[in-house]
């Protein structure tokens, strides 16, 4: 049972440069999205998306742009990366509805120096 | 603008202690649910709560969701070093598909 997969696990990349973190989930989820988590931040919503062709905005898009060409995969692209991009992201799938649960992938660790 | 308010942000007891973690917002939601992260991993889900009022066991652990549907709590009885992690709320706001989370509490239960 894979759930949702997360690659790379680590990250080390230079300020200026651009990358992709994929993201793939395996339990036909329509619900994607992509999450930070920041010391004493909790985790911040940074986009989403209810489909395939879909995608919103969350709490912290800046930065960052998405796409979702198929329920599977749901990659997050650092535009041109910055030392405040220093985190942890995790990508999450869930069935649509308001009380289903989330699976989360076990998270890139991305430094930018 | 946080719309879940976790508290306390901290939290280190004693093995066989009581403890309880709120979780607080201005803003009616259709459920809440308790997520637990241990280090290096990913949330899993612990509860839902669903209806105002509501309370649900999970062997130590006691979820209620308030009257209002605007908080919740999570209540542990005689916590085990097991227990160590972080705990997170989250919810759908109303009108949203948004899942959003609190900041969380780390708690740490000392043998």
């Known amino acids: 049972n894979a759930g949702v997969t997360q690659t790379p696990k680590f990250q080390v990349l230079k300020t200026g440069q651009s990358m992709t973190l994929q993201c793939a989930q395996d339990m036909n989820h329509e619900y994607m999205s992509w999450y930070r988590q920041d010391p004493g931040m909790g985790l911040r919503l940074i986009h989403y998306s209810v489909g395939a062709g879909i995608t919103d905005q969350g709490e912290v898009p800046n930065g960052y742009n998405v796409s979702r060409s198929t329920t599977e995969d749901f990659p997050l692209r650092l535009l041109s990366a910055a030392p405040s991009q220093t985190s942890v992201y995790f990508c999450a799938s869930r069935n649509r509805g308001l009380n289903t649960e989330a699976f989360f992938g076990q998270g890139t660790r991305l430094t930018v120096v | 603008t946080q719309l879940l308010e976790q508290s306390p942000q901290f939290l280190s007891i004693q093995e066989g202690e009581n403890l309880t973690v709120y979780c607080n917002s201005s803003?009616?939601?259709?459920?809440l649910q308790w997520y637990r992260q241990e280090p290096g991993e990913g949330p899993v889900l612990l509860v839902t709560?669903?209806?105002?009022?509501e309370v649900k066991k999970l062997k130590r652990l006691t979820f209620q969701f308030g009257d209002a549907r605007k908080d919740s709590s999570l209540h542990i009885t005689a916590a085990q070093p097991g227990d160590t992690g972080l705990y997170l709320c989250?919810?759908?706001?109303?009108?949203?598909?948004?899942?959003?989370f609190g900041k969380g509490t780390k708690l740490t239960v000392n043998p």
């Open positions: 803003s009616v939601f259709s459920s």
């Open positions: 989250a919810g759908v706001p109303g009108g949203s598909e948004k899942l959003v």
């Open positions: 709560v669903v209806t105002g009022g």
